[in-house]
């Protein structure tokens, strides 16, 4: 079992930046790769960002590559997503998720969820 909690989320304006982060509960965080989603109201669950069990791989989001940047410090039980040049389109609610195995980007595949944390860009 794992429990996962967001932070850092809030309001910023066009071009601005963030950073997320998600904490995790137990001793079993480097087993899972972490993956951060968002979602928009009326809007389907979107993938963002995912990085491997060790940290050495990532892959992202058409919409956010060159801007967001996920890491992890298995130490700290921790992953982040840095979000740089926020775009109002950015706007939504980020939830982290751990996935033991499956494809990086279909949200069905991660085992836990965060509670999300509101992310809004303003223009």
């Known amino acids: 079992q794992v429990q996962l909690v967001e932070s850092g989320g809030g309001l910023v304006q066009a071009g601005g930046s963030l950073r997320l982060s998600c904490a995790a509960s137990?001793?079993?965080?480097?087993?899972?790769?972490m993956g951060w989603f968002r979602q928009a109201p009326g809007k389907e669950r979107e993938f963002v960002a995912t990085i491997s069990l060790s940290g050495d791989t990532t892959y992202y989001a058409d919409s956010v590559k060159g801007r967001f940047t996920i890491s992890r410090d298995n130490a700290k039980n921790t992953v982040y997503l840095q979000m740089n040049s926020l775009k109002p389109e950015d706007t939504a609610v980020y939830y982290c998720?751990?996935?033991?195995?499956?494809?990086?980007?279909?949200?069905?595949?991660?085992?836990?969820w965060g509670q999300g944390t509101q992310v809004t860009v303003s223009s």
């Open positions: 998720a751990a996935r033991i195995r499956g494809d990086y980007s279909d949200y069905r595949t991660y085992d836990y």
């Open positions: 137990g001793r079993t965080f480097s087993s899972y790769a």
